[in-house]
């Protein structure tokens, strides 16, 4: 009959320290057995022999930067066992850096504990978090040895372009953002709870095995694709300002921050995503979204999309909306009581309803179609700016907190700003207006009300303003010599005969110009 072969040996596995030294193994076979040894560093007895023969197995001292291992193979007939044998590191000896900067990092952040101006594998051994950010660091592969890393790894702001930590086992946090890298391969560090790696050159990014990672920013890298589904412990996703076509986000139900704006993504479905309280899409090719199961959610960034419709009537918590730059037709926010900004320009309102957001402090809703707007609830308004529309009036009565205020380009005959006393910046250019009072404006910085009908512009009492843009309507007298301030001044455009300046602005810089397009014009001053 056919013959039965069998061989086991013990112990299975022999550690050796540094120094080295003798072990012994033993065989235990159906008949004669042979070995096989293809490690230089280790010695044996016997390279045969019969059951129960005792192996002594040798090794010398390791003098190398390196771990070493190897096999030895009993083989019995058509049966083997392996013997695998490693052999540590001599603790005291010295580790020999390629790059002297990051020897230097490890000096000033104390690891060398002996004071010696060198890292033994022992010093590299004991340490359980290192920060080693902006040190001109090109190389660290020696990162290797510091196989207690636990608490974190900072290497950022350095010139890397390669990092190997899959020594680094137990390491919680790694941070490497800023430096040059074209891959990373965190595979081994399962431990991983958080990962900065952003502002490098990334193609590609496989957190798969990182199930316990909390918060991952990959922003600013050239990602083509992302697969977080293993990533259900997730509260934080920076992912923005990549080349990411898709991005599933379903199985991250912790989620609340998400940060994928600046790609190329089509959809996005945040249904399962009830925890968000941030969500920043913004600057993709999005045709639809919807928040209605977002709850919980403040922060909406979706402008510069292709959005057609938003419903955020279920985001009763919503304080920031930011859907400018979409195609909206309607955008009903009477549910958003909390409002504080509403960001919706560029869009095509044809009516706005903000008379339930008395919590809005900035509004913009400029280049829209609206013919009317009601603000006289608004009275926490800080920020208006509903330029290009078809406005033909605009009362502000009620907003006495407005420090800007831009209405340009609309079909306005009249402007009352006299309540908006903390105005710093007023525009009111390219409408009709034939007159405009800014004696209440004392804080006035800046005014553009060229493109009018005015024949008579009064900034006596105007004595912040900086620059001033009065061009273009009709205006025969100028009197800035209380504006000491002024840096800036156009008034071309105008059937100008006289300015009244002070002595300070003789040399203005804006004076050359208004003598050049006015060369008869009187200059009076005071």
């Known amino acids: ?31 004669k057995w042979t070995l096989t040894n293809d490690s230089d560093w280790i010695t044996t007895s ?44 001599d603790g005291d000896q010295a580790i020999q850096f390629k790059d002297p900067n990051f020897l230097k990092a490890l000096i000033a952040e104390n690891v060398d504990d002996d004071g010696d101006g060198q890292i033994s594998f022992d010093e590299a051994k004991a340490i359980k978090s290192l920060d080693v950010t902006d040190s001109d660091i090109k190389e660290m592969s020696e990162i290797r040895y510091f196989t207690e890393l636990k608490s974190y790894l900072y290497c950022d702001f350095n010139q890397l372009t390669d990092l190997d930590v899959s020594n680094n086992t137990a ?12 891959t990373l391969d ?54 923005y300002d990549n080349q990411l076509t898709k991005l599933d986000v379903s199985n991250n139900t912790a989620l609340t921050e998400l940060s994928c704006y600046d790609n190329q993504l089509t959809t996005l479905d945040v249904s399962n995503n009830t925890a968000l309280t941030k969500l920043y899409c913004y600057d993709n090719q999005l045709t639809t979204l919807d928040v209605s199961n977002n709850t919980a959610l403040p922060q909406l960034y979706c402008n ?35 409002l504080t ?55 502000v009565s009620n907003n006495a907190a407005l420090t800007e205020l831009n209405c340009l380009d609309n079909q306005l005959t009249t402007l009352d700003v006299s309540n908006n006393t903390v105005l710093t910046d007023l525009w009111c250019y390219g409408n009709q207006l034939t007159t405009l ?18 024949t008579t512009l009064d900034v006596s009492y105007n004595t912040a303003l900086t620059r001033l843009w009065c061009n273009d309507n009709q205006l025969t007298t100028l009197d800035v010599s209380n504006n000491t301030a002024l840096t800036w001044l156009d008034c071309n455009g105008n059937p100008l005969q006289s300015i009244t300046i002070s002595e300070s602005q003789i040399n ?13 014009i009187e200059i009076i001053v005071k």
């Open 186 to 239: 965190v595979s081994n560090n399962t431990a991983l709870t958080k990962l900065y790696c952003f502002d490098n050159q990334l193609t590609t990014l496989d957190v798969s095995n990182n199930t316990a990672l909390t918060e991952l920013s990959c922003y600013s890298n050239q990602l083509t694709t992302l697969d977080v589904s293993n990533n259900t412990a997730l509260t934080s996703l920076y992912c």
């Open 304 to 338: 510069n999309n292709q959005l057609t419709t938003l419903d955020v009537s279920n985001n009763t918590a919503l304080t920031e909306l930011y859907c400018h730059n979409n195609q909206l037709t309607t955008i009903d926010v009477s549910n958003n009581t909390a």
């Open 171 to 182: 390491l919680t946090e790694l941070s490497c953002y800023r430096n040059q890298l074209t």
């Open 508 to 520: 203005a810089s804006w004076m050359n110009d208004i003598r050049q397009d006015y060369p008869d």
């Open 437 to 454: 009072d800014v004696s209440y404006n004392t804080a006035l910085t800046r005014l553009w009300c060229n493109d009018n009908q005015l």
């Open 1 to 31: 009959g056919k013959t039965e072969y069998s061989v086991s040996i013990e112990p299975k596995e022999l550690k050796f320290n540094a120094e080295g030294g003798k072990q012994t193994v033993e065989v235990t076979s159906s008949h």
């Open 46 to 89: 016997a390279d045969k022999g019969e059951s129960g023969s005792l192996v002594e197995i040798s090794a010398g001292h390791n003098t190398s930067a390196d771990i070493k291992y190897g096999e030895i193979i009993f083989t019995c007939g058509d049966k083997t066992a392996v013997l695998k044998v490693s052999q540590e590191i």
């Open 341 to 395: 900004e509403l960001w919706c320009a560029n869009n095509q309102l044809t009516t706005l309803d903000v008379s339930k957001n008395a919590a809005l402090t900035r509004l913009s809703c400029g280049n829209n179609q609206l013919t009317a707007l009601d603000v006289s609830n608004n009275t926490a308004l800080t920020y208006l700016h509903c330029d290009g529309n078809q406005l033909t009036t605009l009362d």
